[in-house]
């Protein structure tokens, strides 16, 4: 995970990340101006996030605490979606872009928020005057991602949680309790697009699986 820096509200969320231009902390207890410009930079990483939902992309992502690997590579134009947990591959096929989501949904739904999931925890946390911020930005697996680390979000449906969200929208890292399941992953390898010859031969492994 990155080392949380403060960074003052004024900062932009923008394509090449967070811009620290001095040391603040964002927060309930702000001014006016503070607090709608946290809620114009959680709005621009949620509106990016969702648009990711048009994207493909192969993202490998490492579940901290227990070691294991998983694998998301979509591709909506394509109609194709695979998802490995470990050594075991899971295939979605279709035109549909919202029943890819709902299947990624199913899929990850101990392990890995999707999008539209995080999208969601930052829109609510944008409306949540309680909601204390910290911006700032790393790089995971090559990536720029811009992050936020969000504390005391009483009326929101997650109250703290941490994520950092990639230049296209893609999810970098998480760390959230939500209900009775906690996430804590983080991106390990990324790239644009979906390899063809790959999910074409993760379909035959699939295959000798069963």
């Known amino acids: 995970m990155p080392i949380w820096k403060p960074i003052c509200r004024c900062a932009a969320l923008g394509a090449a990340g967070v811009l620290a231009l001095s ?12 607090v709608a410009e946290d809620q114009a930079a959680l709005m ?13 992309y192969t993202a490998e992502y490492l579940v901290e ?5 998983v694998v998301v590579a979509v591709d909506p134009e ?18 549909d872009t919202d029943e890819l989501t709902d299947w990624l949904s199913g899929e990850l739904a101990a392990v890995l ?5 995080v999208s969601a925890w930052l829109t609510a ?5 309680s909601a204390t911020t910290e911006f700032s930005d790393t790089t995971l697996a090559g990536e720029l991602a811009d992050c936020v680390k969000v504390q005391g979000a009483a009326d929101s449906p997650v109250g703290a949680y941490e994520v950092c969200v ?18 804590t992953a983080k991106l390990v390898t990324y790239h644009d697009g979906v390899d063809d010859g790959w999910l074409d031969e993760l379909v035959d492994t699939g295959s000798e699986n069963e």
């Open 23 to 34: 040391g603040c902390m964002n927060g309930a207890g702000g001014g006016p101006s503070d």
């Open 44 to 56: 621009e990483l949620s509106e990016r996030v969702a648009s990711a939902e048009e994207h493909a």
């Open 65 to 69: 605490g227990t070691g294991e690997s």
């Open 78 to 95: 394509g109609g194709t979606g695979a998802v490995v947990i470990g050594e075991q591959p899971r295939f979605w096929a279709g035109e």
């Open 113 to 117: 928020p999707t999008g539209r999931d």
């Open 125 to 129: 946390t944008s409306e949540d005057p």
């Open 166 to 183: 990639t230049t296209v929208g893609v999810v970098a890292s998480v760390t959230a309790d939500v209900g009775d399941v906690g996430y």
